[in-house]
């Protein structure tokens, strides 16, 4: 999340950034503690107590979800990869969502193979200001 005064949506910078949140309920979150763990032991030296603050996961949703620490801080193209494995084995719909979304040319093939497969492909992107 950015929070600070300049990204504030009511305020007069051009810089203005509006997040998204969301809710999972499934083992994905599993993921997003261990990035959140992460990072606290990055910026704080200390590792957070699994069993005291995140709580255990069971499997309940009927979509597949993954999530991806990436930024642009990183060397790895993770993100790539993860999004050309979703788009080899998506069969109805795949949605991107990224602030960071820079297709090269073997991801604009692969978005538009799963496209002539019959996929849905929805790419979301950040509003141009």
């Known amino acids: 999340m950015n ?5 504030f949506i009511n305020g007069k910078s051009k810089h203005r950034v509006q997040d998204f949140h ?10 997003f503690q261990e990035v959140f763990n ?6 704080h030296g200390e590792k957070l107590c699994r069993k005291k603050w995140f709580p ?3 499997h309940q949703a009927e979509a597949f979800a993954r999530g991806t620490s990436h930024g642009p801080d990183e060397n790895l193209n ?6 050309l494995s ?4 998506a069969r109805k719909s795949l949605i991107i969502m990224s602030p960071y979304f820079l ?9 538009c193979l799963a496209s002539m497969r019959g996929v849905q492909v ?3 992107l950040p509003e141009k200001k």
């Open 38 to 43: 992460d990072d606290w032991f990055f910026s």
């Open 3 to 7: 929070i600070r005064q300049g990204h």
């Open 86 to 89: 979703a788009c080899h084995v």
């Open 78 to 83: 993770k993100l790539l990869w993860v999004i």
């Open 22 to 31: 969301f809710s999972f309920e499934d083992p994905v979150v599993a993921h």
């Open 103 to 111: 297709p090269d040319a073997t991801l604009i093939s692969a978005l």
């Open 56 to 58: 255990s996961i069971e």
């Open 122 to 124: 929805d790419i979301l």
